[in-house]
């Protein structure tokens, strides 16, 4: 599967950039997709990730009540709306796939080109 990543952009604090990642070469329904994102000088870490239908999501607790994943099927795309940011979430964010699950342990197979997002403050 092949994934598209785009929407990064700078923002200031408080502000909000809607993710977008285009899923294509598989069906898209039959993957788990999720964010990661990697600061400057830090790992790379899950933000979160949805599973194949949709109806279950997980995120990091450094986002949960800011950020909302979601999946659109019809159009093979996952979305990562991001309210409230700060300048601590400034970072490159990568949408993954993979066929089982996604989670901070897991090493998804499949990744997109990576897009910046940075908070200013």
């Known amino acids: 599967v092949q994934l598209q990543a785009s929407g990064g952009g700078l923002v200031q604090a408080g502000g909000s950039l809607r993710l977008s990642c285009a899923a294509s070469?598989?069906?898209?329904?039959?993957?788990?997709m999720g964010w990661f994102r990697q600061a400057p000088g830090k790992e790379r870490e899950i933000v979160a990730a949805i599973s194949k239908s949709g109806g279950s999501s997980y995120y990091a607790d450094s986002v949960k009540g800011r950020f909302t994943i979601s999946r659109d099927i019809a159009k093979n795309t996952v979305y990562l709306q991001m309210n409230s940011l700060k300048p601590e979430d400034t970072a490159v964010y990568y949408c993954a796939s993979d066929p089982s699950y996604i989670r901070a342990t897991t090493s998804p197979p499949y990744w997109g080109q990576g897009t910046l997002v940075t908070v200013s403050s």
């Open positions: 070469g598989s069906t898209f329904g039959s993957y788990y």
